[in-house]
Each structure stands twice: as C-alpha cells, then as structure tokens.
C-alpha cells in the first residue's frame, strides 16, 4: 500500500499568515492527489483535487501543488473558519490512503 | 439539493455482522463513484472501500478485505457496505462520500456519518 505521510502534525498561526503543510507519498502518485478539510463534528469537505485543482466554491486562498511523491498545501492567509484539521489521500493505487492529518489552530 | 443519508448503524457483538445503507438524492447516482471512509473519534481518517457507478471496480482497505463487502443498486440510489466478523476495531464513524466522477477521485459530498460500535 501506497503510505502518506504529513508534516507538520500541528501547526499554530495568526490570522493573516501564510499556512503551509507538506505531503509525501511513499511512491509516485502522479496528480492523483487530494486535500480535505475536517472541523471538529463535521465531515471532510473536498478543497483540492488531482494536487492543485480547486474545488467549486472552495476560496482563492487555498493552493495545492505537486506532483510525484511531494506535495504541498498552502492557505495564503489563514482566516478564522480555516481552523481545523487536514489531510491529504492519494488516489493513484488502491487501496486510497490518507496522511495522518494536519491540525491548525491558531497561535 | 445534494445528500447522502446514511443508517444502519449501531451496537454489534464481536464476530457479527452489520449491513450499512446510503441513501443518495440531488444526482445521477449511476454517475458517480461512491465511498466508505471511517474515523475512530479523535483520529483519523480511513479510506474503507470504494465502487464505480457501474461496479465494475472496486477496491478495499486491507484491514477490511475479505471480511466488508461493498454495493450499490442504481436503481434505488443507494450504496451499501456489508460488515462481517467485526472486531473491536471496526468500531467508527462510518462515512458515505461521492466521488467526483464516475471512476476514482477526490469525494465532494460526504453523508453525516452513521456511528458502529463493536462491543
């Protein structure tokens, strides 16, 4: 099985600063990559597809890039509902892991 | 409007058996590839299984395969997951999520989560 990995585990930020986390899967997955966002109680919600392809109705300020085995998820300027956890899932090789997630909070 | 409703959850005893329902309405669901993913409380998320709208792929999680059974019938719009010999470490929250597309890709719409505990 394909394993994701996610760094960092955690993050603190202030509103307004530029929020990066890091994704490595442990094969080549091409572009077949996703970011979810999860608040606490709520279910995943879909912000990137195929590594940087926005979602419909997803802000600007979320960005995906990568492609391979390394990947990067950047928030341009975190506002106060983007706190929560993320995870990215490769989608290239059955069966579809996730990383272990990213929680951010605020600093 | 989009939806995905979930049921059939509960309380199971180790080695029994469950059967999950989905129940999908605002789409073609024939279009679209459909998902189970389960999260114990306060951890992650677990891809479980996945099929394509017509059937004719599908995939599952190692630590389920051979044991969950994963379904759909078009016709009534709905996804299902059959639960055998279930452990104590089946027990999550078990989400249906829609596939973007009628293969594999990102999920956009995501049911509530229905809770199954094996105890």
């Known amino acids: 099985d394909i394993q994701m990995t996610q760094s960092p585990t955690s993050l603190s930020a202030s509103v307004g600063d530029s929020v990066t986390i890091a994704c490595q899967a442990s094969q080549d997955i091409g572009n077949y990559l996703n970011w979810y966002q999860q608040k606490p109680g709520k279910a995943p919600k879909l912000l990137i597809f195929?590594?940087?392809k926005l979602e419909t109705g997803v802000p600007s300020r979320f960005r995906g890039s990568g492609s391979g085995t390394d990947f990067t998820f950047t928030i341009s300027s975190l506002q106060p509902e983007d706190i929560a956890t993320y995870y990215c899932q490769q989608f290239d090789v059955l069966p579809f892991t996730f990383g272990p997630g990213t929680k951010v909070d605020f600093k | 409007e989009v939806q995905l409703v979930e049921s059939g959850g509960g309380l199971a005893q180790p080695g029994r058996s469950l059967r999950l329902s989905c129940e999908a309405s605002g789409f073609k669901f024939e279009e679209y590839a459909m998902h189970w993913v389960r999260q114990v409380p306060g951890k992650g998320l677990e891809w479980v299984s996945g099929?394509?709208?017509?059937?004719?792929?599908?995939g599952y999680a190692d630590s389920v395969k051979g044991r969950f059974t994963i379904s759909r019938d078009n016709t009534k719009s709905s996804l299902f997951l059959e639960m055998n010999s279930l452990g104590p470490e089946d027990t999550a929250l078990y989400y249906c999520?829609?596939?973007?597309?009628?293969?594999?890709?990102?999920?956009?719409?995501w049911g509530q989560g229905i809770m199954v505990i094996v105890s």
């Open positions: 195929d590594a940087s």
């Open positions: 099929i394509s709208g017509s059937s004719h792929n599908l």
């Open positions: 999520a829609k596939g973007r597309g009628t293969i594999w890709s990102g999920c956009n719409i």
